[in-house]
Nanobody, 126 residues
Framework: QVQLVESGGGSVQAGGSLRLSCAAS????????MGWFRQAPGKEREFAAA????????YYADSVKGRFTISRDNDKNTVSLQMNSLKLEDTAVYYC???????????????????WGQGTQVTVSS
């Protein structure tokens, strides 16, 4: 069992930056590929970024590529999402998720993930 707790959300003006963090419980954090998803009001949850167990591989949705960076620290059981050049359309609840995975696997489908955090709100205003 893995428990995930996101933090770092808030309100920011367009063009600004935020850094989201996700703290995981348990001693097997390094066994999980991690992902960030987001859900805007009235829309389905969508993939944003993912990272492999060791952090050597990452993948981004086209909508965030070049602006967001996912990273992880397996010693601290954390995964982060650095968000720069934020746009109005980045407004959403952001969720981190964990998936049991092979060493280099990355998943972009929510169905592949086994554990989810409660979400943190990010609001971008003009």
């Amino acid at each position: 069992q893995v428990q995930l707790v996101e933090s770092g959300g808030g309100s920011v003006q367009a063009g600004g930056s935020l850094r989201l963090s996700c703290a995981a419980s348990g001693r097997t954090f390094g066994s999980y590929a991690m992902g960030w998803f987001r859900q805007a009001p009235g829309k389905e949850r969508e993939f944003a970024a993912a990272i492999s167990r060791g952090g050597g591989s990452t993948y981004y949705a086209d909508s965030v590529k070049g602006r967001f960076t996912i990273s992880r620290d397996n010693d601290k059981n954390t995964v982060s999402l650095q968000m720069n050049s934020l746009k109005l359309e980045d407004t959403a609840v952001y969720y981190c998720a964990a998936a049991r995975a092979s060493r280099y696997a990355i998943y972009i489908s929510a169905d592949e993930y086994d554990y989810w955090g409660q979400g943190t709100q990010v609001t971008v205003s003009s």
